[in-house]
């Protein structure tokens, strides 16, 4: 069953169209890895999907369009975990239970008993209890990034957004926060974009590779990943070949160097 | 490390405290010699009289313009801080100051040359709204612009906004006659003393108001800081906030600046102190800037009045300079740590 559909969506900046007449779906408890070169609208995908960039088309969250719904409606049905958002001198408790503000009026500001045991439960599921009473700026780049999912799914959506969640990350922390998505996507849809496709690979359920605007494949990563196809949206050669230990596509790059002096061996052979 | 609710209570206190001792000593001391005990006894015995008349009609409505022209400052400069999520904001630096002097200016010379009778606040206003509106034009781009260098943008026009209204400023005044001159330069240099008895309650009434509609809002605010993008992914309505906070800021500062001219620092000094001292929860941060502000500006204006008694200094003059010096001191302390 499909949670968000995508029909002919044309978005941008003013007069420039980034967008270009994009349709796909996300499948509920799947994980949509969305891959793309710089400039491809990525970004702007996510904008538009969380409702902050006006667009034409259709967006629609399980059968409504997202144009249909009120701001907080939107907010409890889709969380986003942003690429670099400000860092304030806050505390991690507040910040994380600012993920509740949706389910509040202008005059019901408290958290409920059973808010602040969510924000509880969540931090010590993700193993960040110990940071509940420190500053986010105190924080390393893997518990900033961490606290941003907790604060993510303390907004309770059906549908996480996140952007570049491994972006200036180590690859211990790159995998950590990787691994949480296996274990959520249980209880919530996720769509993730990623820069390193062999990291999308191993994680996601399907690819949806966008070109200059456009969608180029969505599929499961096996048929999304083909050489040639990644040859031809990012431009550079590649070797895919199937990864024996998870059976997932696994790409490398060929160096141009590397590959004019294979060909130049290959004609002194001949 | 965060910090616990009796902490921010403690400062709170401390911050009443500072405020209450202040007024005190505002209410009690000036060039009529009428001390702390004088002051006291005549308040608690309600005789007719001059020494009566000086507290209740000189003193009691400074001390008040003071506290609610120092809240209204530094709520205004908090609020803006927090929805540009830039500590650098303030209604002077976002030229909202300058366009309400500018109205005050046209309402002097020119209202008095048309037979306008407006009274000063509605100047002031409308010149503060004029110049809120042309950045809020401009702040309506982002949304469809990928422009990082929007809040540079911003606040560029808003210095540009300030010398243009100082400018204009300056025409008005090259235009003025001799006894609107006076009354003009008397307000660029801010003062307490010019407070007019009509307009202090509605100044009053403003800045508790503003206060409340701030502190409902404390949310909001807060979410703010983590950029527009990220309060909007939250779910607040991000366009509606912002007019909301561009109206309580505006009506802010063109209620006090037609209350007390032109106070410079109040609304950069008194929230970034607050801030380094309780951090960003707004849930604290707006009832204490604004009694903080309060205190602060009366403490200044007591300056003001001690400072070369039996003569006076104009309260902007000491704004300036302590603000100057506090917030350099800050900035210091920022970058030594």
């Known amino acids: 069953m499909n949670l968000v559909d995508v029909r002919h969506l044309f978005a941008g900046y003013g007069e420039r169209m980034v967008l270009k007449d994009v349709s796909f779906d996300v499948q509920c408890h799947e994980v949509l890895g969305v891959l793309g070169p710089n400039g491809s609208g990525k970004s702007t995908l996510v904008r538009v999907l969380s409702g902050f960039l006006p667009f034409d088309g259709e967006v629609l969250f399980e059968k409504r369009s997202i144009r249909e719904l009120e701001r907080r409606e939107v907010a409890r049905f889709v969380a986003v975990v942003s690429q670099s958002p400000l860092r304030p001198t806050m505390g991690v408790w507040e910040y994380l239970s600012m993920g509740r503000y949706a389910y509040h009026g202008v005059w019901d500001f408290r958290l409920s008993q059973r808010e602040r045991e969510l924000v509880e439960e969540m931090s010590e599921r993700f193993g960040i209890t110990h940071l509940l009473y420190r500053l986010l700026t105190e924080l390393s780049g893997g518990e900033f990034q961490l606290a941003q999912i907790v604060k993510a799914l303390i907004q309770q959506p059906r549908f996480l957004i996140m952007d570049e969640p491994t972006a200036h990350l180590d690859i211990h922390h790159q995998v950590m926060i990787l691994d949480w998505l296996e274990k959520i996507k249980a209880e919530v849809t996720v769509l993730v974009v990623l820069h390193d496709i062999n990291l999308a690979a191993l994680y996601c359920d399907r690819i949806l590779l966008l070109k200059e605007g456009g969608v180029e494949v969505v599929d499961a990563p096996e048929k999304a990943l083909r050489y040639e196809r990644i040859e031809k949206v990012f431009g550079v050669p590649v070797v895919v070949f199937d990864d024996p230990v998870a059976h997932r596509p696994h790409a490398y790059l060929v160096p141009k160097r590397i590959l004019q002096q294979n060909t130049e061996e290959g004609k002194n052979n001949e | ?337």
Not at chain 2, 43 to 61: S, Y
Not at chain 2, 122 to 143: C, E, K, T
């Open chain 2, 1 to 337: 490390m965060a910090r616990n609710r009796l902490f921010f209570l403690g400062i709170l206190g401390l911050t009443i405290s500072f405020t209450v001792v202040v007024s005190v000593l505002s209410l009690a001391l000036g060039p009529s010699g009428i001390d702390v005990v004088e002051a006291f006894r005549l308040w608690m015995e309600g005789k007719e009289g001059l020494g009566r008349d000086i507290l209740v009609k000189i003193r009691f409505p400074r001390w008040l313009l003071g506290l609610s022209v120092g809240g209204a400052l530094s709520l205004a400069g908090l609020i803006l801080q927090s929805l540009f999520a830039n500590p650098l904001v303030e209604p002077y630096t976002l030229g909202i100051s300058g366009g309400a002097t500018l109205g005050v200016c046209i309402g002097i010379v020119v209202g008095k040359w048309m037979g306008w009778q407006f009274p000063l606040f509605v100047w002031s206003l409308g010149g503060g709204f004029l110049f809120m509106g042309i950045l809020y034009l401009l702040s309506r781009r982002r949304r469809n612009s990928l422009a990082t260098i929007y809040l540079s943008e911003m606040l560029l026009l808003g210095l540009m906004l300030s010398f243009l209204s100082s400018g204009m400023v300056m025409f008005f005044l090259a235009l003025a006659r001799a006894a609107d001159l006076h009354q003009i330069i008397s307000w660029t240099m801010g003062s307490l003393e010019q407070g007019r008895p009509v307009l202090l309650p509605w100044i009053g009434s403003v800045s508790v108001v503003g206060c409340v509609v701030a502190w409902l809002l404390h949310r909001e605010l807060n979410a703010f800081l983590l950029g527009e993008e990220e309060a909007f992914f939250l779910g607040v309505s991000v366009e509606v906030m912002k007019r909301v906070f561009f109206v309580l800021a505006v009506v802010l500062t063109a209620f006090a600046i037609a209350g007390a001219g032109v106070i410079g620092f109040v609304g950069l000094l008194v929230p970034n102190l607050y801030r380094k001292v309780v951090g960003t929860n707004h849930r604290w941060l707006v009832p204490l800037t604004f009694v903080g502000g309060g205190g602060f500006l009366v403490g200044c204006d007591l300056l003001a009045r001690v400072v070369i008694a039996p003569l006076e200094l104009p309260v902007g003059v000491i704004t300036g300079i302590l603000g100057g010096v506090l917030f350099m001191g800050i900035l210091l302390g920022e970058k030594r740590q």
